[in-house]
């Protein structure tokens, strides 16, 4: 059986209360092999370290989201360091720039209100980029409509971090910009869904060298669970699009992206 990692997923969210053992095995028995849990906030990150020293499938990446960078507290590197000296924290993240939504969409918020969130989103990217350079680690990006601040905040880090631009959703041009500066993207279920051609499109020319998979559960789950609770075992679904798309096998597929996401994470070598 084709092994898979899923890169990128949120195994300590509510969703999962319930039932985590069970996904963990399912994920197993789909050849999931290993899964990288992603931490969103201080509390996030330290839940998914515990979740790490559970499952030993399980690894963790730590770090603040860009949504929620109005709450970070000023300073969080000496938390970060802590955590990265972990052998199972294999990534900072995930961090990075989201200008999707601002805060003036809503009437009772003001353009430099929107300047305010930009420059604290910046301020907690900037810290966790410092962190990953100083432990030598690399960073998982959350990117929204922040394609070019983030390469620029990226680029005095050049040569030292690398980033991974999750939920690729972007097109061609763009996964080019991002695999020059020698990051990497990757891809999620929504590679699946009937109405991504131009995303299958942009898969289709990402070298099999630069690209992982992860689902992003508990969001984005794969046609034919699409609007379902996501879990790390759909993975496989992912997987099977992907090697049609790009014409390899299972086989082929899983040996690239394995060995891709054990370069840029070589923790999860162990
Ligand atoms: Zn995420």
């Not at 209100?113 to 989103?121: N, T």
Request: charged share 25%; proline share 6%; with cysteine.
């Amino acid at each position: 059986m084709a092994v898979f990692y899923d890169t990128h997923a949120h195994l300590d969210y509510p969703d999962y209360t319930d039932d985590l053992p069970q996904v963990i095995q399912r994920a197993e028995q789909a050849g999931i092999r290993k899964i990288i849990t992603i931490g969103t906030d201080l509390e996030s990150s330290a839940r998914a370290v515990k979740l790490a020293e559970i499952y030993p499938s399980v690894f963790a990446a730590v770090g603040w989201h860009p949504s929620r960078a109005p709450e970070a507290p000023e300073d969080f590197r000496s938390q970060l360091r802590e955590w990265a000296r972990h052998p199972k924290v294999v990534a900072i993240g995930e961090t990075g720039l989201d200008y999707h939504h601002l805060p003036s969409e809503k009437p009772e918020f003001t353009k430099s209100d929107d300047e305010q969130y930009q420059l604290k989103q910046a301020a907690v990217f900037r810290q966790q980029l410092e962190v990953a350079a100083e432990v030598g680690l690399n960073c998982v990006i959350h990117q929204r409509d922040a394609l070019e601040p983030i390469l620029n905040q990226m680029e005095p880090f050049l040569g030292r971090v690398r980033g991974v631009f999750h939920c690729f959703a972007n097109d061609a041009a763009a996964m080019q910009r991002i695999v020059a500066r020698n990051s990497l993207v990757s891809f999620t279920g929504i590679v699946t869904f009937k109405n991504a051609q131009n995303l299958r499109q942009t898969l289709a020319v990402t070298p099999l060298d630069q690209f992982m998979l992860e689902t992003d559960c508990p969001y984005l789950a794969p046609v034919p669970y699409r609007g379902k609770r996501c879990e790390p075992a759909y993975v496989k679904e992912i997987a099977e699009l992907a090697a049609q798309v790009k014409g390899y096998s299972m086989d082929e597929l899983s040996r690239a992206t394995c060995a891709t996401a054990e370069k840029i994470f070589p923790r999860l070598c162990g």
